[in-house]
T-cell receptor, first 114, second 112 residues
Framework: KAGVTQTPRYLIKTRGQQVTLSCSPI?????VSWYQQTPGQGLQFLFE???????NKGNFPGRFSGRQFSNSRSEMNVSTLELGDSALYLC?????????????FGPGTRLTVL | LAKTTQPISMDSYEGQEVNITCSHN???????ITWYQQFPSQGPRFIIQ???TKVTNEVASLFIPADRKSSTLSLPRVSLSDTAVYYC?????????????FGQGTELSVKP
């Protein structure tokens, strides 16, 4: 079974630009969560989608948004980029079962904002 | 949500058994205890999950006392490739809306 894939793996943008990151979950997984990882703040939850609906959202500004498609693929968008948005962005999928805390993480997208 | 406390760093040598203890005094009845491993610039990888007593899989064991206020991840005979950050998480992914709460983790360094 193929793992979680994320594209692109690396991105360099300048302040004020916007960016779209893509995530393809494991086949059959309907839950996709997004995280931001920085050296200072660690791993922080952005939001989660389940069957095309956002079920949960972390404490990030509205510049961070996402969506999920009918095939469970998900995209994350960051508008008006700031230097502090430089981070590793990870997505993770889960089968949505109630007794399973196992999230399968992708390799991440390394975003650098100049 | 239960807060976890674990050592910031640990050192070990190849072939030794490593035990990393995590305290979670405010664990709720529905919470599971889960451990993840992360290598630099990679996504975390699930290691093991438990609710109570002992759980063992092909890579690790998880010991949970009866009061569930702490847990110990045991890695048998570590190798250099086990050098990574290990996260202890407490919660219930389903009821937390797909949100895992990561603490600072334990940076394990395995030396030859």
């Amino acid at each position: 079974k193929a793992g979680v894939t994320q594209t692109p793996r690396y991105l360099i943008k300048t302040r004020g630009q916007q960016v779209t990151l893509s995530c393809s979950p494991i086949s059959g997984h309907r839950s996709v969560s997004w995280y931001q990882q920085t050296p200072g703040q660690g791993l922080q939850f952005l939001f989660e989608y389940f069957s095309e609906t956002q079920r949960n959202k972390g404490n990030f500004p509205g510049r961070f948004s996402g969506r999920q498609f009918s095939n469970s693929r998900s995209e994350m968008n960051v508008s008006t980029l700031e230097l502090g948005d430089s981070a590793l962005y990870l997505c993770a999928s889960n089968d949505g079962r109630g007794d399973n805390n196992e999230q399968f993480f992708g390799p991440g997208t390394r975003l650098t904002v100049l | 949500l239960a807060k976890t406390t674990q050592p910031i760093s640990m050192d070990s040598y190849e072939g030794q058994e490593v035990n990393i203890t995590c305290s979670h005094n405010n664990i709720a009845t529905n919470d599971y205890i889960t451990w993840y491993q992360q290598f630099p610039s990679q996504g975390p990888r699930f290691i093991i999950q438990g609710y109570k007593t002992k759980v063992t899989n092909e890579v690790a064991s998880l010991f949970i006392p009866a009061d569930r206020k702490s847990s110990t991840l045991s890695l048998p005979r570590v190798s250099l490739s086990d050098t990574a950050v290990y996260y202890c998480l407490v919660g219930d992914l389903y009821n937390q809306g797909g949100k895992l709460i990561f603490g600072q983790g334990t940076e394990l360094s395995v030396k030859p």
